[in-house]
């Protein structure tokens, strides 16, 4: 079974970019999708983007045309690129994994990250 193991994250200000990663050990990462989530204090665990295993990709409106996702394969990692960051991306940033395709919900996911933290502030 694949286990993730996310870096990356850092505070950073409003404008400022981060590339997050999502280092996968096991077998297969080619034949799995790969979420990433967010959970900001007190808010719910909120769906980022994600990227199925044929590279094909999904993102939240509220991150489309901000944030990009991508895959090496080779290197069995996943990406996550936040352009011009806002407060409000400020949360704890998971990927998850399932086989093949992706999805947009939380509970469809049983191999999680343990996340890494993002704070956008002045």
């Known amino acids: 079974q694949v286990q993730l193991a996310e870096s990356g994250g850092g505070l950073v ?4 970019s981060l590339r997050l990663s999502c280092v996968a050990s096991g077998r297969a990462f080619n034949s799995y999708g790969v979420a990433w ?3 900001a204090p007190g808010k719910e665990r909120e769906f980022v983007g994600s990227i199925n295993y044929n590279g094909a990709t999904d993102y939240a409106d509220s991150v489309k045309g901000r944030f990009t996702l ?3 394969n080779f290197k069995s990692t996943a990406f996550l690129q936040m352009n011009s960051l ?3 991306d400020t949360a704890v940033y998971y990927c998850a994994a ?4 992706t999805s947009l919900y939380s509970d469809d996911y049983r191999i999680w990250g343990q996340g890494t ?3 956008v502030s002045l």
């Open 86 to 88: 806002k407060p409000e």
């Open 98 to 101: 399932r086989g093949f395709s």
């Open 13 to 16: 200000h409003p404008g400022d």
């Open 70 to 72: 991508s895959r090496d």
């Open 37 to 39: 989530f967010r959970q």
């Open 117 to 119: 933290q993002v704070t």
